[in-house]
């Protein structure tokens, strides 16, 4: 079965500053990777996926994230955070199958100092 | 731009009762699913549900629970017999539905389950 880590449940950084969030799964075969972003009291909004092809990919909002297969990770990264990025981003994998289920990491809250 | 809207947005119940959280997918998408969130903790499939019937369904899943497309539009859970371990965050979401490539799924912003 598919597993997530996200290795760091809490970072700070500071507005302006780069941010690199970690996400290493465990999948047999090649995954469908998600990031997700969460505000407070809203639901899941999609970041950036990875099927196939190009191992960076964009997002919205400024983020991209590299697949590693050598590494099984796919770590989310912004060249210059902004307050209004504070919350809770969820790395997940997909599986093409019948149920296109998503196995979710733990999250990492994302704090700016000003 | 279209989305996933959920109803109601908290539910309070009292254990052994049933509820029913309802979930408007986006209109022309065709796997719908759910997933919860325990205060906490990871959020955790649930259910898929396509053409009419359950694609896959986890562990916690179990016979308290249903999922019901009743319309053209809702997509509905319901937990038959409410247990305080029940309550958490209830996610509805879709997806289009195309063999060769899994789309992304879309959520909804949850409602808040608590049992007392």
């Known amino acids: 079965a598919q597993s997530v880590t996200q290795p760091d449940i809490h970072i700070t950084v500071s507005e302006g500053a780069s941010l690199e969030l970690r996400c290493n799964y465990s999948?047999?075969?090649?995954?469908?990777l998600f990031w997700y972003v969460q505000s407070p009291g809203q639901g899941l909004q999609l970041l950036l996926k990875?099927?196939?092809?190009?191992?960076l990919v964009q997002g919205i909002k400024g983020f991209e994230a590299e697949f590693k297969r050598s590494q099984s990770s796919f770590n989310l990264r912004k060249p210059s955070v902004h307050w209004s990025d504070a919350a809770e981003y969820f790395c997940?994998?997909?599986?093409?199958?019948?149920?296109?289920?998503?196995?979710f990491g733990g999250g990492t809250r994302l704090m700016v100092k000003p | 731009e279209p989305e996933v809207t959920q109803t109601p947005s908290h539910q309070v119940t009292q254990m052994g009762q049933e509820v029913i959280l309802r979930c408007v997918p986006i209109?022309?998408?065709?796997?719908f699913y759910w997933y919860r969130q325990i205060l906490g903790q990871k959020v955790e499939f649930l259910v898929s549900?396509?053409?009419?019937?359950?694609?896959?369904k986890s562990e916690i899943f179990d016979d308290q629970f249903s999922v019901e497309r009743p319309d053209g539009s809702n997509f509905t859970l319901k937990i038959r017999s409410t247990k305080l371990e029940d309550s958490a965050m209830y996610f509805c979401?879709?997806?289009?539905?195309?063999?060769?490539?899994?789309?992304?799924?879309?959520f909804g912003p949850g409602t808040r389950l608590t049992v007392t």
């Open positions: 549900f396509y053409n009419n019937e359950i694609s896959e």
């Open positions: 979401a879709s997806s289009e539905s195309q063999l060769a490539t899994p789309y992304e799924q879309y």
């Open positions: 209109s022309n998408h065709l796997y």
């Open positions: 990875y099927f196939s092809g190009d191992t």
């Open positions: 997940a994998v997909g599986v093409h199958n019948a149920g296109n289920m998503l196995t």
């Open positions: 999948y047999g075969a090649t995954p469908y």
